[in-house]
Structure formats: C-alpha cells, structure tokens
C-alpha cells in the first residue's frame, strides 16, 4: 500500500491517516484546539515552512477539519476555524495527548493541566463504551468485518482474538 493511496483503503484508520496521519497536520490541530486560526500565527507557533503549512491547511479544509473563513474584505484575510467534524477529532488529540503525559512528560510532569469545566477536576480523557459507558481497553475490544466486507479485512487467525 502506497501513502497517496491511504483514502481509497477499506481501513477507517487507514482513510483517517489521509487526512491526520502527518506530524505537522497533527500540531496544526492541537494549534486550532488551542485557539489559533490564522497562518502567521500557526507558522510562528510551529516553525514550519510557508509550503508545508499551505499543504497541511489544504488538506485539513479539503477534508472539511477546518474551514476558510474571511475575517477582512479589503484586503481579503482569512483564518482557519474547526468545522464540527474537525472538533470530533478531539478526543483522538486528547487521548494522544495523554499517552505523552504518561510516558513522555519526564521528571517535569506534563506541561499542560487538563481542567474538566463542569467539574473543575484536573482530569485526563477516557474512551468508553458508547453502549454501557465502561472504560475500553484492548482486551474488551472484539472486531467483526462488516458484511460487506467478510473475510477480507482482518488477519485469517484473528477469531475473538483478545490483545
């Protein structure tokens, strides 16, 4: 499987990498959850080039993560907004964030507190069932190929496979 061919994948992660899968895509996200919006801002606050941040910013409104929005008509200036869509992927951002915090953060701890509003605990995200609201963890995970797809997408011995 070749990079440019991850969006034609019969893989929901593999379709998602397309969009996210790029450290600088990434960081421009966690710079749009973080409140910035306009392409100085994100180039200054991230140290990339010009070319590679027009790609990433591309990219993301192609995918409709962020959306172009004028913000001057004259000169026209735009910024970038997270669409609804690019605001799902917050959890994903957090849940990345916090696998950092636990083993990468160092004596130091991790840089960023996360305050729950409602409840104004520090606090780190948890995946949980849609269902019952248990925590998931791998183990409690089993995969069943969708009929459209059976027998094509998991490996031959995975059968109630438990990680």
């Known amino acids: 499987m070749r990079w440019e061919e991850l969006d ?3 893989c929901s992660l593999s379709r998602t990498l397309a969009v996210v899968g790029d450290r600088w895509t990434l960081l421009v996200l966690r710079e749009a959850f973080l409140g910035v919006r306009r392409f100085e801002d994100f180039q200054q606050r991230l140290g990339v080039t010009r070319h590679v941040l027009a790609d990433r910013l591309k990219t993301l409104v192609e995918a409709q993560v962020l959306d172009k929005v ?3 008509e004259r000169p026209r200036r735009e910024e970038y907004r997270l669409t609804p869509r ?3 992927l917050y959890p994903a951002i957090l849940t990345l964030v916090n696998w950092g915090d636990r ?3 160092g004596a130091e701890g991790a840089p ?5 509003k409602g409840c104004g605990q520090r606090m780190h995200g948890v995946l949980v069932c849609s269902e019952c ?3 998931l963890l791998p183990q409690d995970v089993d995969l069943a190929e969708a009929p459209a ?3 094509q997408l998991l490996p031959a011995h995975w059968h ?3 990680l």
């Open 70 to 72: 004028a913000y001057q």
């Open 8 to 10: 034609q994948q019969p």
């Open 149 to 151: 797809y059976e027998g």
């Open 103 to 105: 083993h990468l953060a």
């Open 112 to 116: 960023i507190e996360h305050i729950h």
């Open 86 to 88: 690019g605001r799902e």
């Open 160 to 162: 109630h496979r438990h």
């Open 133 to 135: 609201g248990e925590p």
